[in-house]
Nanobody, 125 residues
Framework: VQLQASGGGLVQAGGSLRLSCAASGRTISTADMGWFRQAPGKEREFVAAIRWSRGTRYQDSVKGRFAISKDNAKNTVYLQMNTLKPEDTAVYYC????????????????????WGQGTQVTVSS
C-alpha cells in the first residue's frame, strides 16, 4: 500500500489549500482513512477522518474550517482547508487502516497501518 500526499504550500492566514492523498494497493471504498499533522516539536495529532461509509470526524480546532472527502473512482482522499491560521502550520500526513476501525479508534494514530510521506503546509500571519 502506498499513499502519495500532495497539495501543501505556503499561504497567508485566511487562505485555503486542498490536500490530496492518492492511494495504491488498497481500495479506499472499503477503508477508513485519516489526516494527521505534526508541527515542529510537537506530537503528530489527528485532524480528520473519513469512514468507508463516508462518515466523518474532525478535531475540534478544525471543525467548520476543514472538510474531508473522497473520490472512490480516483482512489483519492481530499482535505479542503479554509480560513487557515498560523497554528495550522505543520506537515500533514494521510493514513489508511488495513481493516475497518471501531469508532473509538478513528482518531488514534496507532490504529492506522499505512502512511504517506507528508506534505508541508505553512500559514503566514
Amino acid at each position: 500500500v502506498q499513499l502519495q500526499a500532495s497539495g501543501g504550500g505556503l499561504v497567508q492566514a485566511g487562505g485555503s489549500l486542498r490536500l490530496s492523498c492518492a492511494a495504491s494497493g488498497r481500495t479506499i471504498s472499503t477503508a477508513d482513512m485519516g489526516w494527521f499533522r505534526q508541527a515542529p516539536g510537537k506530537e503528530r495529532e489527528f485532524v480528520a477522518a473519513i469512514r468507508w461509509s463516508r462518515g466523518t470526524r474532525y478535531q475540534d480546532s478544525v471543525k467548520g474550517r476543514f472538510a474531508i472527502s473522497k473520490d472512490n473512482a480516483k482512489n483519492t482522499v481530499y482535505l479542503q482547508m479554509n480560513t487557515l491560521k498560523p497554528e495550522d502550520t505543520a506537515v500533514y500526513y494521510c493514513a489508511v487502516s488495513r481493516s475497518r476501525l471501531i469508532s473509538s479508534s478513528i482518531a488514534t494514530r496507532a490504529a492506522y497501518d499505512y502512511w504517506g510521506q507528508g506534505t508541508q503546509v505553512t500559514v503566514s500571519s
